[in-house]
């Protein structure tokens, strides 16, 4: 018969070959389980594969068997990941966003600026203007080609308003984008700081990244605010994460957001950003305490994401008196249009006048006034033309503001090439003959006399300088026409590169990334067989356990 110590043994010894079986029962539940769910979510976008941590099963038993082991036990239930790979996934994410934004503007651009749009149009409207002047010029008597540069000024105004309201256009588009997606940082924000919550309240009952499901969720949000802004992150001890614009803004602060704002009339500005279309654009800001702004607009510019993207396209400034002093793709095109509207306005109508650099005095009607230019030009009528006599705008009334009786004084605070328009409608009102009496309140032409006809028409085949607010530029008027053309194309160009370049840098990173937390549909069969094949052995110890119990009992 066994001593009491032996009984003692025996059963201990079969007490734990039924606890490590057991263990082994449980873990291999947990492998099995995890398996079963990593392929049902294999196609689940965001989803980042488990697997099961196990570890030897630890005791606080001193005895002198204590090195039979106590089975296993589940350490935990991981993500698989790389924080590396997600957050350069995030970068180029928010670089292709960057240039993405832009390409439908940027098209809309060069469908304008092409062969069949009113601003690829443009050159032939010019050269048909001044055909037109050098026909008149030729037969100055011609009812029919004096009708004729009529109608083609008038074309060539309305091809000049309308593309420059066309880029006006693209402008307010963009702006109005830019809106939209500052909603949707918003929204995006306040379900991060929700899900930093529940992350930070979960893991603190149950580990340190045991919040899986939470953590797919926010990385998938993190992805989609990568769209509209570039941030960077940080994880704090809880699990939460803070994400920081590159200025050090927190949109997100733990559990805390800070919401962007489109306005049109923040704390910093006294007056609105002037914007192409006479109306008013946005500073993206954020508020820190009431009323008090902080302009993102240059800092979201320079960083990446499509909000970025479409302040480069429209245009920033801290301040502007011009729409023109807006620095933005749109505006640097727009501003090449005003300086042809100006020099339309400026130079062709000073011509107009009759002033002639190759005669005394310019071509003064009266030099005896000096600093004041009297037009030397008649029409059939037997007048002369105004100071803004063959081209002016409408809704605004240009004016000799210095009363020297040229017009070189137009306003800088306004665009003029939106307003541009043709101001003869009498064939007989236009003046291309040249008063042959030098004493001031008479006139003498000839009725045959095209000489300021032919003056304008020769503009197009000299250089001249051609100035905007923040554009100046000295060539032929055709090589406005094509650096407008060139710049338009280049933008085009270089967006498309860039867009496919930051296009496959995404899909690099997204295939890497992928690699690693992705699901392999055969290995994840392979490991629920390898399971269960462990599990069937765990059975069997179950068995052998109990088999041995049963003949202790037995024996005693």
């Known amino acids: 018969m066994l001593y009491d110590y032996d009984h003692h043994q025996m059963s201990n010894f079969s007490a734990r070959i039924l606890g490590s079986a057991l263990s082994a029962l ?20 965001g989803y980042s594969r488990r697997v099961v941590n196990l570890a030897e099963k630890s005791s606080l038993d001193f005895s002198n068997f204590r090195g039979l082991g106590y089975g296993v036990e589940i350490q935990s239930v991981r993500r698989v990941t790389d924080s590396l790979l ?11 966003n960057f240039h993405s934004s832009q390409k439908s503007l940027l098209e809309k651009l060069d469908s304008l600026f092409g062969t069949n749009g009113v601003g690829g149009a443009l050159q032939a409207k010019i050269d048909e203007f001044f055909q037109s002047l050098e026909n008149a010029a030729q037969n100055p008597s011609s009812s029919a080609y004096r009708q004729a540069v009529i ?12 593309t420059f309201n066309s880029l006006a256009a693209a402008q307010r588009e963009a702006n109005s984008l830019i809106l939209d997606h500052v909603e949707k940082v918003n929204q995006l924000t306040s379900q991060i700081s929700t899900l930093n919550q529940q992350i930070a309240g979960f893991e603190a009952q149950n580990g340190h990244e045991s919040a899986l499901d939470l953590r797919d969720q926010r990385d998938a949000l993190l992805q989609q605010l990568a769209q509209y802004v570039n941030f960077d992150t940080v994880e704090t001890s809880n699990g939460q994460v803070s994400v920081f614009l590159k200025n050090g803004i927190a949109l997100v602060n733990g559990s805390n957001t800070l919401e962007l704002k489109a306005l049109t009339n923040p704390s910093f500005v006294s007056t609105p950003l002037p914007a192409l279309d006479g109306g008013a654009l946005h500073y993206v ?3 820190l305490s009431p009323g008090a702004h902080i302009d993102l607009s240059e800092v979201l510019k320079d960083s990446g994401g499509s909000i970025g993207g479409l302040l480069k396209f429209r245009g920033t400034a801290a301040t502007a008196t011009s729409a023109l002093d807006v620095e933005g793709s749109v505006v640097s095109v727009a501003r090449k249009i005003e300086s042809l509207a100006r020099f339309f306005l400026t130079t062709v109508n000073q011509i107009y006048r009759g002033w002639d650099p190759n005669l005394p005095n310019n071509g003064d009607e009266n030099p005896g006034t000096p600093g004041v230019f009297d037009a030397s030009s008649v029409d059939l009528y037997g007048n002369s033309p105004g100071v803004y006599g063959l081209f002016g705008t409408s809704g605004i009334t240009l004016t000799d503001t210095n009363g020297d009786g040229l017009p070189n004084d137009l306003p800088n605070n306004t665009t003029l090439a939106d307003k541009l328009k043709f101001l003869v409608s009498d064939p007989n009102s236009l003046a291309f003959a040249r008063d042959l009496d030098p ?8 009725p045959g006399d095209g000489t300021i006809a032919a003056n304008l028409a020769a503009l197009r085949y000299q250089n001249h300088l051609f100035s905007a607010p923040n554009f100046s530029y000295n060539g032929k008027i055709s090589d406005v026409v094509n650096l407008t053309n060139s710049q338009v194309g280049a933008l085009v160009s270089s967006n498309s590169q860039n867009t496919a370049y930051s296009s496959a840098r995404v899909e690099f990173f997204t295939q890497k990334l992928e690699e690693v937390r992705g699901v392999d549909t055969d290995e994840e069969l392979a490991k629920i067989i390898e399971a269960q094949r462990y599990y069937e052995m765990a059975s069997k110890l179950i068995r052998i ?11 005693i």
Do not use: C, M
């Open 26 to 45: 449980k873990a291999q539940q947990a492998k099995l389980a995890v398996a079963s769910n990593n392929i049902a979510n294999a196609q689940t976008p």
């Open 86 to 96: 997600h957050r350069n996934l995030l970068i180029e994410t928010s670089q292709l």
């Open 151 to 162: 109608q083609k000024g008038s074309l060539l105004a309305d091809t000049i308003r309308l």
């Open 285 to 287: 800001v954020v508020e």
């Open 439 to 446: 004493t001031p309140g008479t006139v003498t032409f000839a």
């Open 545 to 555: 356990s109990d088999n041995l119990l049963e003949t202790i009992l037995q024996i």
